[in-house]
């Protein structure tokens, strides 16, 4: 406890926590107000035409095949209670794409900060036991991403609360989809912290670990979904292959907090959990046995 202490200190006493909660709230907000414009829409749409039958086209040259898709996505866009679902699920995990990647560059940062500032030779004399040093660092990681998780959630329940409210429907937040979502959402932060130390010891300059993390977490998601994505169109077209993009840790992080099954093949929100979790332990453990073997000067 006296470790952990000693690193929520570090984070207080600089200017780097509030940075990145800044961060974390602009986004937040951002999103926030994109997913209450599209739920508004999606909800309007699904109550004005609840009533409506599907009628199959006439006179075209769609196939069965093509006809069932057409009923489908007729019955999925006016479904109202699942359209009311998916759009509590979105507004109340709002923020969490930019939101855990900070938490990911906090989590790296406080491992990289021994370095950059080197206090690090102090740090292991003072606590020569290494393995409770780095535990220490991946706690405090985790009580940081709860923090953001809790702050950024206050606002979106608060938010969505108030625009469910002025649409005329409950809140949603009796509905096992959406309390899992944020349940979800919650777990997805801690573990993203986790991955932020690990990749600090990975890579113990400050400037690279963070452009690395950044780099790898923004461009790499749309770079394996987009690859994903072309092998299913253009060569093997099976619903594994664009599941399989849940490999990647920030595509897992989206599979976690989706309230259902869609159109377009996603695996289970357990899939994306577990794959997550995978690398948290991979990470943690890796992180732990180099910083106990790892020379420190």
Same mark, same amino acid.
């Not at 209450?36 to 999606?42: L, N, R």
């Not at 950059?116 to 030779?121: D, G, K, L, N, P």
């Given at each position: 406890m006296a470790l952990i202490r000693s690193e929520l200190m570090k984070i207080r006493t600089t200017n780097i926590w509030w940075l990145f909660g800044i961060g974390v709230l602009f986004f937040t907000g951002i999103a926030l107000l994109i997913? *209450? @414009? =599209?739920?508004?829409?999606? *909800?309007t749409n699904a109550a004005r035409n609840a009533s409506e039958v599907f009628t199959p086209p006439r006179g075209g040259n769609a196939s069965p095949a093509e006809a069932e898709m057409m009923r489908r996505q007729w019955e999925y866009s006016h479904d109202i209670n699942r359209v009311l679902h998916v759009t509590a699920a979105q507004i109340y995990t709002s923020g969490q794409f930019f939101g855990v990647m900070f938490v990911m560059l906090l989590g790296a940062i406080l491992f990289t900060n021994e370095f #950059? #500032? &080197? %206090? $690090? %030779?102090a740090t292991f004399l003072t606590s020569? =036991?290494? %393995?409770?040093v780095i535990l220490s660092k991946f706690a405090t990681a985790v009580i940081a991403a709860a923090f953001f998780w809790l702050l950024t959630t206050a606002i979106n329940v608060t938010a969505g609360s108030i625009f469910f409210n002025a649409k005329g429907y409950p809140s949603q937040l009796g509905e096992w989809p959406v309390i899992r979502a944020i349940l979800m959402n919650g777990l997805a932060f801690g573990l993203w912290g986790i991955l932020g130390v690990g990749l600090g010891v990975l890579i113990r300059n400050q400037i690279g670990a963070v452009l690395t993390g950044a780099i790898a977490y923004v461009i790499g998601s749309q770079v394996v979904?987009?690859? @994903? &994505?072309?092998?299913? @169109?253009l060569w093997i077209q099976k619903d594994w292959v664009i599941k $399989? $993009?849940?490999l990647w840790p920030s595509v897992a992080s989206q599979v976690m907090v989706s309230p259902e099954q869609t159109l377009i093949p996603i695996p289970q929100w357990w899939v994306g959990a577990l794959v997550l979790v995978g690398y948290g332990l991979v990470f943690g453990i890796i992180g732990t046995l180099i910083t106990r073997k790892r020379d420190i000067n």
């Open positions: 997913w *209450i @414009f =599209q739920g508004d829409m999606e *909800i #950059h #500032h &080197q %206090t $690090a %030779t020569p =036991q290494r %393995t409770k979904t987009g690859v @994903f &994505q072309l092998i299913y @169109f $399989a $993009a849940v």
